[in-house]
């Protein structure tokens, strides 16, 4: 368990507290001893790397122990005394050891527990930022540090922002952040997706209308810019605005006044304009579907925002805020395995950010309250392929695991009727079936190391079984990579 957290010792019995001290101490194990006085939520809330659980005085002591762990369940519990039928229920119960202890089932026992561990949740730290709104734009990439700068610079200024970017990156966020630290902070923020609204209506949603200016309009109505007055004007998907309202949007923003569709009126506005866009709007200029003077009355000050393939690493602080946001809604919170949090990084999130709090949103649903690994992810985000982690009843020992090894060894050697070898015919003399079996399993590990090539993790896929299983076997029966044929 070296660079784990220490383990927790509760037990009533100060001498058997002690002896544990002196054992876990010669094995190189930090931890801390107490007895069930002295533990409260605050002490199990700390990184624990396992919990020993040792003699309890009275039923009611161990109840409240027992509580306490349901509570905080990301710590593995380990029993040392007969609490196998009160911790079964618990998940974070992994299993029981026997007195008195040994060197190699204590270790086998905190080698349990350390992937009890690997299927916690990520723990990842808090942003320290002084601006809160910025949580909705958290992450420690540099491309994302990168933008929190630009809009600190712009926001006490009225330029004119373009904000680039693919879909789904944040833009929106970016512009409420804009608006929320500007001077206009306490106006009004009025989006508009130009690509929404159909062209015929665009300049009425924008300019407002006077009564009976066109069918339907039977009352005088105010546009975006109006209502935007002494505050922010967010012109979403710009690039998706028809040519012709391209033109009066130049001349609005050039005069800082219009007229209602309709009306002879001129209406005087003081809006901070922030537009944003997913497409290549050189592109456009070049083909002639949007003009040029509007994109440099537009594009003053850029701000572009970086897609999620290009900041990974911000993944996992992502999710913590995503959890966060829904779980104050009310959902019941999931955690994500470090294992799972590596596959949702090598996906390319063609949605981006907006395509990450969906798949949260679909797991919260499917599993509430639960540990989501990555067999639980849907196809297109695994990655990797684990088997689920069981929490273990009891430990094995030694001749069951060879056992087991051995019955999946025959169940996918030995399926065919015929017998050449002999093997379902008992000699009348009998036979020295662990002498057998023990030739029969060096013999399946020879060919499965010849077969890939001495590699021994593949080695150990193959005949279906742990690395470190295998490594200990060929330990055992003294066999080495040299020893393939």
């Known amino acids: 368990m070296q660079g784990l957290a220490k383990t927790l010792v509760i037990d009533d019995d100060l001498q058997h507290r002690h002896d544990l001290s002196i054992i876990l101490n010669f094995v190189g194990e930090q931890h801390e001893a107490v007895s069930t006085n002295e533990v409260d939520s605050s002490l199990l809330e700390k990184a624990w790397g396992a919990c020993l659980l040792g003699k309890i005085n009275s039923g009611k002591s161990l109840n409240k122990i027992l509580d306490f762990l349901s509570i905080h369940h990301h710590i593995p519990v380990i029993a040392l005394s007969n609490h196998d039928h009160e911790l079964a229920g618990l998940s974070n119960y992994v299993g029981e050891l026997s007195l008195p202890l ?7 026992a905190l080698r349990h527990c350390q992937e009890f561990l690997g299927k916690q949740t990520l723990h990842v730290p808090q942003l320290g930022r002084k601006n809160t709104l910025f949580r909705s734009m958290v ?32 833009k929106e966020v970016v512009a409420r952040n804009i608006h929320y630290h500007s001077s206009r902070g306490k106006g009004p923020f009025v989006p508009v997706n130009c690509g929404a609204i159909p062209p015929d209506l665009l300049e009425s949603e924008l300019f407002g209308h006077e009564k009976g200016a066109f069918t339907g309009a039977i009352s005088s109505r105010k546009g975006r810019f109006e209502l935007a007055d002494g505050g922010t004007l967010f012109l ?18 050039q005069e800082r006044s219009f007229e209602r569709v309709g009306g002879n009126n001129t209406i005087k506005v003081n809006v901070r304009i922030v537009a944003a866009t997913h497409r290549n709007l050189d592109e456009m200029i070049a083909a002639n579907t949007f003009r040029e003077d509007l994109y440099y009355r537009l594009n003053v000050f850029p701000i572009e925002m970086p897609a999620l393939r290009e900041r990974v690493e911000d993944i996992p602080l992502l999710l913590q805020e995503l ?19 590596t596959s949702l990084m090598e996906h390319e999130w063609a949605g981006n950010v907006r395509e990450l709090a969906n798949l949260v949103e679909r797991l919260i649903i499917l599993y509430p309250g639960e540990m989501v690994d990555v067999n639980h992810l849907p196809m297109k985000y695994r990655y990797s392929h684990i088997p689920d982690f069981q929490p273990e009843d009891n430990f094995l020992s ?10 999946d060894m025959f169940a996918s050697t030995y399926v065919e009727e015929e017998d050449p070898a002999g093997l379902n015919d008992l000699p ?8 057998m079996l023990a030739e029969l399993e060096v013999e399946m590990i020879r060919q499965a190391l010849e077969a890939q090539a001495g590699v021994v993790s593949r080695a150990a896929d193959m005949l279906g079984m742990r690395r470190t299983t295998l490594v200990e076997k060929m330990r055992k029966y003294g066999l080495s990579k040299e020893d393939i044929r």
């Open 398 to 407: 030694t001749e069951e695991q060879e056992q087991s090894a051995l019955a």
């Open 102 to 108: 040994n060197y190699s089932q204590l270790t086998d």
């Open 323 to 341: 959890l966060a946001r829904m779980e104050a809604e009310g959902a019941k919170l999931i955690h994500f395995t470090p294992r799972a949090i």
């Open 428 to 435: 009348p003399e009998g036979l020295n079936l662990k002498e």
């Open 139 to 170: 992450g420690r990439s540099d491309s994302i540090s990168q933008v929190r700068r630009l809009i600190e610079q712009v926001a006490s200024t009225d330029a004119s922002v373009l904000i680039l970017g693919e879909s789904g990156t944040g």
């Open 236 to 253: 979403d998907e710009i690039g998706d605005m028809p040519m012709s309202m391209q033109v009066k949007l130049l001349r609005v923003l």
